[in-house]
């Protein structure tokens, strides 16, 4: 997909030439810009030639398992680690841990599982996956936060948009990526119908009150 000098890419692993805006954890993709050399590291410093940072929003689409009673929600937990050695999060039932906050709209019900669109408003490790675990609707694959495994042993999770305002224009820019064709072929396999899911997408979970 490109625009303009710029193009957004999906790898397994980070590149020296280009420039890393979103990725997830070990087992998911980086979202890399490549454009012209001077502006990849100018951005690599957080820097713009406006001056001003580079904020990215960012729309994930995920395969959650169960049934959702509602067909759009708002998570606003709080998350901390396990203990100070353990890499896995949790929903701390003291209130403790820091301020979390995920939106989600259901774009099609299987039977068993359900394709979200997911936005977050704060960036917390594993938020994604820690919040929807905790509602007992845990990402297919997700072996760690308690998901089904039968099917894929990777966590169905995606970045599906990425905006921002361009580093040098200041246009609005907005790339977009289509489900991947694991996550498609897991959708199908647990009877999710695609076909009216980009329908009900929306442009901004938080501008929907």
């Known amino acids: 997909m490109q625009t303009d000098t710029f193009e957004i890419f999906h790898y397994k692993e980070p590149r020296p030439d280009a420039v890393e ?35 990215v929003e960012k729309m994930y689409l995920a395969l959650a398992s169960g049934v959702f ?27 403790s841990g820091q301020y979390a906050l995920t939106r989600y709209r259901v774009l099609a019900q299987g039977e068993h599982a359900a394709l979200l669109q997911v936005q977050i408003k704060t960036g ?16 297919l694959g997700d072996e760690l936060y308690g998901g089904d495994t039968s099917l894929v042993q990777v966590q169905m999770l995606r970045c599906c948009q990425l905006s921002f305002s361009h580093p040098v224009t200041g246009e609005a820019m907005v790339l977009r990526a289509p489900l991947s064709e694991e996550m498609e072929r897991v959708a199908l396999a647990h009877g999710i119908s695609l076909a009216d899911a980009e329908k009900r997408m929306l442009p901004d979970l938080f501008s929907v009150e």
């Open 69 to 95: 009673a509602e067909a759009e929600g708002e998570i606003e937990l709080p998350i901390r680690r396990l203990n100070e050695q353990s890499t896995v999060r949790i929903v701390p039932g003291d209130g």
């Open 124 to 139: 917390r490790t594993h938020q994604i996956r820690v919040h929807f675990s905790h509602l007992g609707h845990p990402l």
């Open 21 to 55: 805006v979103h990725h997830h954890d070990f087992y998911e993709v980086y979202c890399l810009l490549g454009g012209q050399v001077e502006y990849n590291r100018m951005l690599k410093r957080g820097e713009t030639p406006s001056g001003k940072a580079l904020q």
